[in-house]
């Protein structure tokens, strides 16, 4: 590709405006390629909602809960209703401008270039980049943003000036999820722009990353290695939280043995100990609005989960509860257009990761406040006289 004869178009999202721009564009210049800003399982999606075909998507909660991706999974739900409700403020849907963009090449006989990264890839390094904290203020975030009491002035988001501000704002409040939501996908998005072998190219991007593309096309040598940037990744430095929490069962057994050297009688310790733990996973689970079969596993196999480390609670309440609650193809569509906390309440995907989320939450009170003060630090007095 060559730099002066690219074209970039920054568009916002869910503008009618920038539909007719992108069109427009495409058909005065009639470049030799069309790139848009969509990698191949977004484009494919599009695509067959272009042509009208009813897709499969639906979702094995089972292996949501097994590859511990019920994070992931609610982020995107969460991204994807934010998008969808804007776009129903202003009556154009989600990606209209890159439905235009395929139409006009297509008619033109003009070949696509698929210039994002995966979304998945782009969402996971970014939870990665996230302390725990950060996810909980991100969620509220979107989740209490309200759109219907604010006019919206979509075409006042491609404004330079109004995006600096926004972006500004954005990376003092999440400064990892600017980085890889803004910055790294500015730099894949240049990257995958200079990789066109065709001289003339109309690009169309959202607005906000415009800036960034331009800066790395100016200086390509800045731009990472595709590997880097498609690398998952976990936090930098040293991942004291997970070292901490395998610690604490090690830590556990350790009290219990040296009680039993000492002749101390653990019995009613060990009771103590799995009692707790089975009271906590059940209560978790059932105040999640679980099953009561699902309660009864989370709380049966809490005390195991607390001695392995790589065993959680949630996995097994949340798995019962897939069994009872039949996941549909409707539950994963209601998703992206809930209105409030009663529609999710009533969506099956949402009960089950509520079901999980809420029996490791108790497990983990468990673990961290309340075996320690009732079970191992009296125990541990016991041990060393104190």
Request: aromatic letters at 8%; glycine letters at 6%.
């Amino acid at each position: 590709m060559r730099r002066e004869c690219l074209t970039i178009i920054g568009t916002a999202h869910v503008s009618a405006e920038s539909v007719e721009e992108v069109k427009d564009k495409i058909y005065e210049i009639q470049p030799d390629r069309v790139a848009i800003e969509l990698d191949l399982a977004r484009y494919t999606k599009l695509k067959n909602s272009m042509m009208g075909i009813e897709e499969d998507d639906s979702i094995s909660v089972t292996k949501i809960i097994k590859e511990n991706k019920v994070g992931l999974f609610l982020v995107t739900t969460v991204l994807s209703y934010f998008q969808s409700k804007i776009g129903e403020e202003v009556d154009v849907a989600p990606g209209s401008e890159m439905v235009g963009a395929i139409e006009a090449a297509e008619d033109l006989g003009i070949p696509l270039a698929l210039i994002d990264r995966n979304i998945n890839t782009t969402l996971e390094r970014a939870l990665n980049r996230m302390s725990f904290i950060d996810k909980i203020k991100f969620l509220i975030g979107l989740l209490t943003t309200d759109t219907d009491d604010e006019e919206i002035d979509i075409e006042e988001l491609k404004n330079p000036d109004k995006l600096d501000d926004l972006l500004e704002m954005f990376k003092d409040e999440a400064p990892g999820i600017y980085e890889v939501l803004v910055h790294e996908r500015d730099a894949y998005l240049a990257g995958s722009l200079l990789r066109i072998p065709e001289d003339k190219v109309v690009a169309v991007v959202g607005a906000g990353h415009q800036p960034g593309i331009n800066r790395y096309l100016d200086n390509p040598e800045t731009i990472p290695p595709l590997e880097e940037l498609n690398k998952i990744i976990d936090k930098k430095g040293i991942p004291w939280t997970k070292i901490i929490l395998a610690l604490i069962p090690i830590l556990f057994v350790v009290i219990f043995f040296l009680a039993f050297l000492n002749g101390i009688n653990i019995t009613y310790n060990i009771y103590q100990f799995i009692g707790i733990s089975m009271l906590m996973g059940f209560l978790g689970s059932i105040l999640s609005g679980s099953k009561i079969q699902s309660a009864i596993v989370g709380g049966l196999v809490a005390p195991l989960t607390i001695i392995h480390p790589l065993l959680a609670a949630g996995w097994f309440s949340g798995l019962t509860e897939a069994k009872y609650r039949k996941v549909r193809q409707r539950d994963i569509k209601n998703l992206a257009h809930f209105d409030g906390f009663r529609d999710l309440w009533n969506n099956n995907i949402f009960r089950v990761l509520l079901v999980v989320i809420g029996t490791n939450l108790a497990v983990s009170i468990a673990t961290l406040v309340i075996l320690p003060s009732q079970v191992f630090i009296p125990l541990f007095m016991q041990i060393f006289g104190g």
